[in-house]
Each structure stands twice: as structure tokens, then as C-alpha cells.
């Protein structure tokens, strides 16, 4: 790999967690993180995949660049693609973000799931935009897949919520709840509080599975330590 590559990498990730990153001052914070940017697109041009997954998650997210989506998959396409897998993850949100409305700010795991509903397209929506939505909506579910075999607990998290919403892939409860408790087991608070829900809901429409009360009991108060 190219040193210089990894010199500019090293200094992008310095450059987001320095002291002027850390400031009370907006400025001092942004000018950091467009430096962060600067150095990381540097490397990513050269090959990094791992600054090709900060650089895209700094453009996912619009931190120290301007925000843009299809740029951000750009770079976290690549990244996932060399093996990176928070990268994968991250493109998979990315994906998801960009197909359920491309100017919200950020897409973070609900923190109750259940009261998040399914994301539906409008009726009168040209069928060509419904096609190029579902496309990603699945595209973002491989990547979930992915990073979750490979054992990332927010990916695990995310296919999780797909699974039980039938985001991308058709709706499946159980499966859900198995993805969420591996990633339960990973200590991800969401999935802990995700799986005890589903657990509970279980128990309550059956008497007699006390033990899944138990179990959610135990999620729940494991989110609380985390």
C-alpha cells in the first residue's frame, strides 16, 4: 500500500479527534472535520479503502463537506466492496436513507421499532421511482447481510428492523428476532430493547411462555447496563 496513502489517512482520523475537534467553538469543530476530509480523500484516491469509508460516511453524513448521498455511496461502495465492513453497514444506511427521503439528516435504528411503520410509497408515485426505491431498499439489505454475517452488531441491528418491517426484504418476525439477539449478544443496546419487545408481545399473547417474559426481562435490563 501506498505510505502516503496511509499518511493522509492517519492524519484524517487525527484531525477529527484533536482537541479542535472537541472545541465549543462551531467553527474551530467544522474547519477540523474538513480537514479530516481533506486527508481522507486523499488516500481513498489512492486506494485506502478505509478512508473511502470515512470520507463517504463524512459526505453521508455532512460533516466537513457538503452532504451528498450519491457521492457518499460512491465512496462507501468502494470501501465495502475492498472488505471494510463498517462500510458495508454504513452503505447500506446510506442506501435506505437515500430511498426513503433523500433529505433526511441521519437514519438511526428506532429505538422503539414497533412504532416505526413501513416505509409505503405514494399511489400516484411514477412506477419507475417505486423500481429504482425498492432496488436500493434491497441493495441496502445485502449490505446489511453482510456486515452481519461478518458479525457487525448495527448492521445486525438494521437487518433486524428490515426483517421485522419488511424493508427490502419480506416481513419475517422470527428472523428478526434471531438477528436481534446476536446482536443483542454483541451488546447493542437497540437490539437488547428490540428483542425484549418482541419477546414480551410473545409472551403476552401466550400465557403460557412465561419464560419469554424472563428473557425479556434480562434484554431489557442488559440495555440498561450498556
Same mark, same amino acid.
Given at each position: ?23 465549543? &467553538? ?57 472488505? %471494510? ?26 429505538? &422503539? ?10 399511489? &400516484? ?8 426505491? +425498492? ?5 441496502? %439489505? ?11 452488531? +448495527? ?16 416481513? &419475517? ?14 451488546? %447493542? ?15 403476552? +399473547? ?21
Amino acid at each position: 500500500r501506498n505510505h502516503d496513502a496511509d499518511a493522509h489517512y492517519a492524519l484524517g482520523m487525527l484531525a477529527k479527534s484533536g482537541p479542535e475537534a472537541q472545541s465549543t &467553538d462551531a467553527a474551530e469543530v467544522e474547519a477540523a472535520y474538513a480537514a479530516s476530509a481533506r486527508h481522507q480523500s486523499r488516500a481513498a484516491k489512492q486506494g485506502h479503502s478505509w478512508a473511502a469509508y470515512h470520507l463517504g460516511d463524512a459526505y453521508a453524513r455532512g460533516v466537513g463537506v457538503v452532504r451528498d448521498l450519491k457521492i457518499a455511496e460512491r465512496f462507501l461502495r468502494s470501501a465495502a466492496a475492498a472488505g %471494510c465492513i463498517p462500510a458495508m453497514n454504513a452503505l447500506g444506511a446510506c442506501l435506505e436513507r437515500s430511498a426513503r427521503n433523500p433529505v433526511t439528516e441521519t437514519l438511526d435504528v428506532p429505538e &422503539d421499532v414497533f412504532t416505526t411503520k413501513e416505509v409505503s410509497q405514494e399511489e &400516484d408515485s411514477p412506477s419507475k421511482a417505486k423500481s429504482g426505491r +425498492d432496488r436500493k431498499l434491497k441493495d441496502a %439489505c445485502v449490505w446489511y447481510a453482510r456486515a452481519a454475517k461478518a458479525g457487525d452488531r +448495527d448492521a445486525q441491528c438494521n437487518l433486524g428492523r428490515c426483517h421485522y418491517l419488511g424493508i427490502g426484504v419480506p416481513r &419475517d418476525p422470527s428472523r428478526a428476532l434471531d438477528v436481534w439477539l446476536l446482536a443483542a449478544d454483541r451488546g %447493542c443496546p437497540a437490539s437488547c430493547n428490540n428483542a425484549a419487545a418482541l419477546l414480551a408481545r410473545k409472551a403476552a +399473547d401466550d400465557a403460557g411462555e412465561g419464560v419469554l417474559a424472563l428473557e425479556a426481562e434480562r434484554l431489557l435490563l442488559q440495555a440498561a447496563e450498556l
